[in-house]
């Protein structure tokens, strides 16, 4: 028996209430894809098995580097994260799993943190491990850097928590490790460019190394922050270098926040995908840099541009990504924001299910440009917001989440079980 967050009744009250305005929608749009020669059964059949992790990071209320303006009821723990992330699960129907931030997330009992995951319907995603702070206790400190570290002793330290963090996903059914460290240089000659990629690679090796068969290493660039002059793992380049050169298995990650401003993501995302190399996605958006901002909220359509691209991919072989979500909520209800935001990525998944890639071929062999570019308008101006509303009906969940959410009034619940902590109003970026 799956623990339920939400009364499933409430759930069933609400539906019932939106279903008949559903199926007039649903049916409609039914037609009008058939028109296409689109089953509407397949698309939504489609959109119900589309999964996005949730970051176990994104469910307490974030910040930036001035300051974080606490919500209420945060969870305090993993449990309680766990807790919300069920609640997500339960209404929006498309985030089946978590990923863990350690030792953020690091469980005195990993068998009872497994468990305790489980009976709330969830598994858990890629692990993360944390390089880029120090943590209480620790020996040597990542100020200056951790893999790439100038100093041997610091990237040992490094190697070892990362292999620690292999071992403990192990436990609980994780299928892959994500590498971010922050190292690189905020002055010019403070750093040696190649020796410190030469250490990075040494060192992700050995990580690599610990790696067990079913697992997949990957690889996560990032432009800037916090070094603003140089970073070891810049660009899609580095990170292909990177993963190339440490092993099969060792994959890059794109987040959609971590290039410059105007940078084509969805060519770098076809580019690493020809060469094997695309492990998986951090799903965001930005307005000027890493903003951490709810997917779809800025730019939906290369949000959708980078979904023709996954879709064009796995219709050629067999692709299966690592999908999470990376955001934070500085001024919105974390649940709700990942609830809407899940939501707009199946959204931009499920559009790019539509383009007619025959025809789309058909115009970029006839160099038909117009008519190229209008094939992919044609399917991003469609409103599937119809599949979206069915598929989460058909898998249990609710017509309309965040609607139910409110009503549920779960956080009002929170906010009496989970007294805000003294040091609430304090750290900076999730
Ligand atoms: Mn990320």
């Not at 969830?122 to 100038?150: C, E, I, P, R």
Request: aromatic share 10%.
């Amino acid at each position: 028996m799956t623990v339920q967050q939400i009364n499933p009744e409430q759930i069933n009250d609400a539906n019932n209430k939106a279903l008949q305005a559903l199926e007039l929608d649903y049916q409609h749009l039914a037609l009008r894809l058939a028109r296409d020669n689109i089953d509407i059964e397949t698309i939504t059949a489609d959109a119900q098995q589309f999964a996005v992790a949730l970051p176990s990071w994104g469910l307490g209320t974030g910040g930036t580097r001035f300051a974080r303006f606490p919500g209420q009821g945060e969870p305090r723990n993993i449990f309680e994260k766990i807790d919300d992330c069920a609640v997500v699960q339960q209404l929006a129907r498309a985030t089946p799993s978590v990923s863990l931030h350690i030792p953020w997330d690091t469980p005195t009992d990993a068998s009872e943190l497994r468990e305790y995951n489980s009976a709330r319907g969830l598994s858990f995603d890629a692990m993360n491990s944390n390089t880029f702070q120090d943590q209480v206790g620790q020996q040597h400190s990542y100020k200056y850097g951790s893999l790439s570290h100038s100093q041997e002793a610091v990237r040992q330290q490094a190697i070892e928590h990362n292999i620690e963090v292999i071992k403990l996903g192990e436990q609980l059914g994780s299928k892959a490790l994500t590498v971010w460290v922050g190292d690189g240089s905020n002055f010019p000659g403070q750093q040696h460019f190649s020796n410190s990629f030469a250490h990075y690679l040494e060192s992700a090796g050995e990580v690599y190394a610990a790696l067990p068969d079913d697992w997949s290493m990957l690889l996560e660039h990032k432009m800037f922050e916090p070094a603003f002059y140089s970073t070891v793992i810049q660009d899609w380049g580095s990170n292909y270098l990177a993963a190339k050169e440490i092993g099969e298995r060792c994959k890059c990650l794109v987040d959609l926040g971590h290039h410059a401003p105007n940078v084509n993501i969805e060519m770098i995302v076809s580019r690493l995908a020809q060469f094997g190399k695309l492990g998986g996605f951090h799903f965001n958006d930005s307005k000027y840099g890493d903003d951490d901002l709810d997917s779809g909220s800025i730019n939906p359509y290369q949000l959708f541009l980078v979904f023709n691209e996954l879709v064009d991919l796995q219709q050629q072989a067999s692709f299966a990504p690592f999908y999470m979500l990376d955001q934070s909520h500085n001024v919105t209800d974390p649940i709700e924001s990942l609830m809407y935001s899940a939501a707009e990525v199946q959204r931009a998944y499920v559009k790019a299910l539509l383009v007619d890639r025959e025809a789309l071929t058909n115009y970029q062999t006839d160099n038909d440009v117009l008519m190229a570019q209008g094939s992919l308008k044609a399917a991003y101006n469609l409103d599937v917001e119809p599949i979206l509303q069915m598929a989460r009906l058909r898998s249990g969940g609710a017509i309309n989440p965040i609607g139910v959410y409110r009503q549920s009034g779960y956080r009002a619940q929170c906010a009496k079980s989970r007294p805000a902590s003294s040091n609430s109003s304090s750290s900076g970026i999730v």
